[in-house]
């Protein structure tokens, strides 16, 4: 179940937010960070609903948030699992940890599982080549990652309160 739903009160952070902007004309990349801070995603109801207060067409949003890896538009997990795929921890076995964490969580990179706690996510370069291979949870970095370290890295975060 997920718990970042697109509430009205939610709506009313994001319009008070774009009308206090003192140059909206500038602010598309901005208002989408404040939008996907508030609602967690930015589905397609955010995107036109940041076009028309921004008085801006849908279709330049659309290509903004589909242009830039940082913005999403579907829900992500409580946890994000990132795994880098840059050279150094390729080639030091971080596919063979992606494939593990696909396997034990039984989603593939760039889904969520369905209790949405967790997404796995792929990263280019989080430049930490000296910790190869890097996974972070929510931007939290663990180095010298291994596939035998996955299933004590979701046990402990399927443990969390929350």
């Given at each position: 179940m997920c718990t970042n739903k697109l509430t009205s009160e939610k709506f009313q952070d994001l319009a008070k937010f774009i009308d206090d902007l003192e140059d909206k004309q500038g602010a598309l990349i901005e208002v989408?960070?404040?939008a996907q801070g508030l609602f967690g995603y930015l589905p397609e109801e955010v995107q036109i609903f940041v076009a028309d207060k921004l008085n801006i067409n849908v279709s330049k949003v659309c290509g903004v948030v589909s242009f830039y890896s940082y913005f999403n538009t579907k829900p992500r997990g409580k946890y994000v699992l990132s795994i880098c795929m840059g050279?150094?921890?390729f080639v030091k076995g971080a596919g063979d940890v992606l494939k593990e964490f696909e396997k034990q969580l039984n989603i593939k990179a760039g889904e969520t599982t369905e209790d949405s706690k967790f997404?796995?996510?792929v990263l280019r370069c989080v430049g930490a080549?000296?910790?190869a291979p890097v996974v972070t949870v929510n931007g939290k970095v663990y180095g010298h990652f291994t596939v035998?370290?996955?299933s004590k890295l979701?046990?402990?975060y399927s443990e969390l309160e929350g």
């Open positions: 989408l960070h404040k050279t150094a921890c997404t796995i996510d080549c000296g910790l035998d370290m996955v979701l046990k402990e």
